[in-house]
């Protein structure tokens, strides 16, 4: 490994250069205790529903040197998802190919040709994605769900992490403080969430009828759609009603302020096909399995794989 300094300016325009959207440096160190007690807490609310990955490797998620010993830099990055177009009945994040696989593709080539030492995360590893990219100053927390939202693209963005060995000649902070970004001239909002959890802290009060799954503590991932309808095996909870889409839900994401500043991306592997757009209630309603796998091959939708999706859809078109 070279002794040099990781040229930080250097690295953001290359990373400008393959896609990326933003691109920031933090340094290696443990994750801010206030972050790691709301995610213990979260856990032990039992948040996270079945999805037990998320229970593991805790330990490595709050001290980056135990995921890869000896790194010294984390890059953050993200990369703006917005379809021009969109299939109404599927997550936007989902219109096109699976984001691990581009996202990583594009990482190694940043990695190679900056000759950087070290790994890539794309969600598949036990990381704390927001965090890093709100200590990174790649964007700032908003909304209930806690949504990265990078300046000029707002909350449509995949994150993906480099850790490498090398140190870098600057690292960045979080942007200005989350009021000056929101434009409410510094002063607080009014606030009955929990004073001890970081990602809500700065909001207004929830609306309960707007969505279950939004607590004063975080996501609770067993009331959420995308959960559900993604993640979820076996039989949808009874009395959960989906509503534009039938793979994920969006209406968070909509629902943030920053959702405003969402624009199409260039990055045609985020494109939906022409097929996936012809699709009807109908067309959806007769889907058979050599459909699915023809309208979602090197797609995230097959994370639910067939079964799931019928399941779905048998529910969606439910009156």
């Not at 969109?86 to 936007?92: E, M, R, T």
């Not at 405003?260 to 699709?279: G, I, N």
């Not at 309603?285 to 639910?304: C, D, I, P, W």
Request: with cysteine; aromatic share 10%; hydrophobic share 35%.
């Amino acid at each position: 490994m070279s002794l040099a300094l990781l040229n930080s300016e250097e690295l953001k325009a290359r990373a400008k250069c393959l896609g990326f959207a933003a691109c920031g440096l933090a340094k290696a160190e443990p994750v801010a205790d206030s972050f790691a007690a709301h995610y213990r807490r979260w856990l032990e609310l039992g948040y996270c529903a079945d999805m037990d990955y998320l229970r593991r490797g805790v330990e490595m998620r709050l001290q980056p040197d135990l995921l890869v010993p000896g790194v010294r830099t984390i890059v953050s990055l993200a990369m703006n998802f917005m379809p021009e177009r969109h299939q109404p009945a599927i997550s936007l994040y989902a219109q096109g190919k699976d984001y691990h696989d581009v996202m990583r593709d594009r990482m190694r080539r940043l990695m190679d040709d900056m000759q950087l030492s070290g790994r890539c995360f794309v969600d598949t590893a036990p990381v704390l994605e927001r965090y890093w990219a709100w200590r990174s100053g790649v964007g700032i927390i908003t909304g209930r769900g806690g949504f990265i939202s990078v300046p000029g693209y707002g909350p449509t963005v995949f994150l993906g992490e480099l850790f490498v060995m090398e140190e870098a000649d600057r690292y960045d902070g979080p942007l200005p403080k989350q009021e000056e970004r929101l434009g409410i001239s510094g002063e607080r909002l009014e606030d009955t969430s929990s004073p001890n959890n970081p990602l809500t802290s700065h909001l207004s009060p929830l609306t309960p009828s707007f969505c279950p799954a939004l607590t004063a503590e975080g996501l609770d991932a067993r009331r959420c759609v995308s959960y559900q309808t993604i993640e979820h095996r076996g039989p949808l909870p009874h009395g959960l009603r989906l509503g534009a889409t039938f793979y994920g839900c969006d209406r968070c994401l909509r629902a943030n302020p920053q959702f405003a500043e969402a624009h199409p991306t260039d990055e045609p592997a985020f494109q939906p096909s022409e097929a996936l757009l012809k699709m009807t209630p109908d067309d959806w309603q007769q889907l058979t399995v050599e459909q699915y796998r023809t309208l979602f091959k090197g797609s995230a939708v097959k994370r639910a794989k067939y079964e799931g999706l019928v399941r779905n859809i048998a529910r969606w078109l439910k009156p």
